[in-house]
């Protein structure tokens, strides 16, 4: 009786087994099913309502941070001209005008040496009893002339080296290039000095190696704007419809190279200034009876604090002629580009 009984105890939860077992998965399984249903149903329009908000504030508030933007940089433009143009100007019409309207040397009879500024020397003297604004007026033709020269040198010389280099054949880009970087490793004022060291102490000495020293710059400068992917492609083009060297060379890479060379000597006026001037102030290009900047900067830096005028003023000229040059150079470009 009892081997019956639990017998049938077993055909029963065989029977009865499944059924639980099987509402036990369905429960398992309704709130996996359902779950995310309810969740999404709770939580889904809230987060949509969350996210179109943050979308509203961007649109809102992207237009109004943009335009701030813009008005700052339309004010930075519209001054930056302005600030460009006074900086460059005092000292190019300080160097082109000055003589004119200085005249004739005043006479330095009774004046004293290194005197604040007074009744008939609105800038004081020097330290040889001349007067500073007759030479600080005189003093610009040679700054300005000087810087040009040496700049118009090393566009010259470096420009057909770099296209040179820039050329289908590879072993002239390596003699070149390898000479060129010989000579860049030579500091430029250790070469000033050794040439004057050597006797060739006059003016068109200094201007020309000066010049000379910017070559390797400028010709890597136009060599790396030659080979960039898009002027090779043009030029690849060019030489397989059968054109010519001069037109390459004189008509496409000339307006590709136009904006590089102006930037590079907008920046390279200050480094060749630098070096002029360092070359005048250590006395190695002019002579120290010279009215120009430098000398007048050099010759009396003895004298800043009894005479501050005589060194700060060609000082600032130096100093805004640089800046205004960089300034200038940067706003005509942003406007080039802007134009295309």
């Not at 309704?30 to 309810?38: D, F, H, N, Q, V």
């Not at 609105?122 to 040496?150: F, M, N």
């Not at 700049?151 to 010259?156: E, F, P, Q, R, T």
């Not at 010389?157 to 280099?165: D, E, K, Q, R, S």
Request: charged share 20%; hydrophobic share 50%.
């Amino acid at each position: 009786m009892k081997v019956r009984e639990e017998d049938e105890g077993v055909e029963a939860q065989e029977t009865a087994g499944p059924p639980k077992a099987r509402e036990a998965a369905d429960a398992a399984k309704a709130p996996e099913t359902a779950g995310p249903a309810k969740v999404r149903e709770a939580a889904g329009p809230a987060k949509v309502r969350e996210t179109a908000d943050a979308a509203k504030v961007r649109a809102t508030a992207g237009p109004a941070k943009v335009r701030e933007a813009a008005d700052a940089v339309r004010i930075g433009r519209s001054r930056r001209p302005w600030a460009a143009l006074v900086l460059l100007g005092v000292p190019v019409l300080a160097a082109l005008l000055g003589p004119w309207v200085a005249g004739g040397e005043p006479s330095a009879e009774g004046a004293l040496p290194s005197q604040p500024p007074g009744a008939g020397h609105p800038l004081g003297t020097d330290v040889l009893g001349r007067d500073v604004l007759w030479l600080v007026l005189h003093g610009g033709a040679s700054v300005l002339g000087s810087a040009l020269a040496a700049l118009a040198v090393g566009m010259a010389a470096g420009v057909p080296l770099g296209l040179l280099a820039a050329g289908p054949r590879r072993g002239l880009d390596e003699t070149v290039m390898r000479g060129l970087d010989l000579l860049l490793a030579f500091p430029g004022l250790l070469v000033l000095m050794t040439l004057a060291a050597t006797g060739h102490r006059d003016r068109y000495w200094l201007v020309a190696v000066a010049g000379v020293l910017q070559v390797p710059a400028v010709a890597r400068l136009v060599r790396g704007a030659a080979l960039a992917p898009g002027s090779r492609t043009v030029v690849e083009a060019l030489r397989m419809q059968g054109r010519g060297w001069a037109y390459i060379h004189l008509r496409h890479l000339a307006r590709e190279l136009a904006a590089p060379l102006a930037t590079d000597a907008g920046g390279r006026f200050s480094v060749v200034l630098y070096l002029l001037a360092s070359a005048n102030f250590l006395g190695l290009g002019l002579p120290a009876s010279s009215p120009d900047w430098a000398v007048l900067i050099e010759r009396n830096s003895d004298a800043l604090f009894t005479q501050p005028a005589a060194v700060l003023v060609p000082a600032g000229l130096l100093t805004a002629l640089c800046v205004g040059g960089n300034l200038l150079v940067d706003r005509t470009l942003a406007r080039a580009r802007r134009g295309r």
